[in-house]
């Protein structure tokens, strides 16, 4: 874990915010080799990066093996009145 945080300290390993930045990137195959290679050693090097990998793919697994689902009305309505509140209240979408 010491030498994990010493390699983001010297910029040989990209930090956790930045690992959790390039998933979406590396899921659609756009990263570079290099990004890649240190991509892979953060998560091998950090336990909770890893974590939420697996669970991040887990999810869009689910998801596809879903298929198509259409929310009640009613949850679809809430939602909404939830997010036009928040937003007219000036929260940002990261609150």
């Keep these: 874990m010491i030498l994990h945080k010493v390699k983001i300290m010297l910029g040989l390993e990209p930090s956790c915010e930045e690992v959790n930045g390039f998933i979406v990137q590396y ?3 756009d990263l570079d080799e290099k990004t890649r290679k ?3 050693a953060h998560i091998g ?3 909770t990066c ?3 990998f697996e669970q991040y793919t887990a999810t869009i697994d689910l998801t596809r093996e879903a298929g198509d689902i259409t929310p009640p009305q009613e949850l679809v309505e809430k939602t909404l009145a939830f997010l ?3 937003w007219a209240d000036g929260a940002s979408a990261s609150d």
């Design 27 to 29: 899921l659609d195959g």
């Design 38 to 40: 240190k991509f892979w």
């Design 45 to 47: 090097d950090c336990s």
């Design 50 to 52: 890893g974590r939420f």
């Design 84 to 86: 036009r509140t928040r």
